[in-house]
T-cell receptor, first 112, second 109 residues
Framework: SQTIHQWPATLVQPVGSPLSLECTVE??????LYWYRQAAGRGLQLLFY??????ISSEVPQNLSASRPQDRQFILSSKKLLLSDSGFYLC???????????FGPGTRLTVT | RKEVEQDPGPFNVPEGATVAFNCTYS??????FFWYRQDCRKEPKLLMS???SGNEDGRFTAQLNRASQYISLLIRDSKLSDSATYLC??????????FGQGTRLTINP
């Protein structure tokens, strides 16, 4: 069965510091991968998605970037965090045939 | 106008009651629909897919009305463990999902 891992679970970072969040998927090949952010009390906002190694689509202009160096690895980065980057970051993999997505446990980021 | 709209609630209902959630979507090209459940401070989890003929999974029934661009979720005989936020989701294609804001449900003993 498929499993999706994210780390770290929680993170507190000062404004202006860099960020790197990692997501890995097991049990599936060539998955579609997604990064979402959920701000406190808000809905899920799609940030990036990837249909293959090195292929990244950005949904919202911001100071974040994503990379997919390996088939089942998806990384979210920032060079300088803003206060508005605080939120719950969720990685997901998508079932291309049926359309549903499955989420990792998320990283709760607080920028201070 | 939001692409997927839900009543944010909160809904507070007694244990054993039947509760219904409604959701509308604006993109008529949407092909696939889902309900997710999200517990407090946890990731969303797929509750059920919504098929055009309507589908049932135990106490949960989902229905789709393409003409009205309307999706519903019915929970019968609600349990305390059903307390969560329920997210209505539409897929406009390109293997992307659009999430509603969610409806918070609290089941009271």
């Amino acid at each position: 069965s498929q499993t999706i891992h994210q780390w770290p679970a929680t993170l507190v970072q000062p404004v202006g510091s860099p960020l790197s969040l990692e997501c890995t998927v097991e049990g599936t090949s060539n998955p579609n991968l997604y990064w979402y952010r959920q701000a406190a009390g808000r809905g899920l906002q799609l940030l990036f998605y990837s249909v293959g190694i090195g292929q990244i689509s950005s949904e919202v202009p911001q100071n974040l970037s994503a990379s997919r160096p390996q088939d089942r690895q998806f990384i979210l980065s920032s060079k300088k965090l803003l206060l508005s980057d605080s939120g719950f970051y969720l990685c997901a993999w998508g079932n291309a045939l049926l359309g549903e997505q499955y989420f990792g446990p998320g990283t709760r980021l607080t920028v201070t | 106008r939001k692409e997927v709209e839900q009543d944010p609630g909160p809904f507070n209902v007694p244990e054993g009651a039947t509760v219904a959630f409604n959701c509308t979507y604006s993109n008529s090209a949407s092909q696939s629909f889902f309900w997710y459940r999200q517990d407090c401070r946890k990731e969303p989890k797929l509750l059920m897919s919504v098929y055009s003929s309507g589908n049932e999974d135990g106490r949960f029934t989902a229905q789709l009305n393409r003409a009205s661009q309307y999706i519903s979720l019915l929970i019968r005989d609600s349990k305390l463990s059903d307390s969560a936020t329920y997210l209505c989701v539409a897929s406009p294609g390109a293997q992307k999902l659009v999430f509603g804001q969610g409806t918070r449900l609290t089941i009271n003993p």
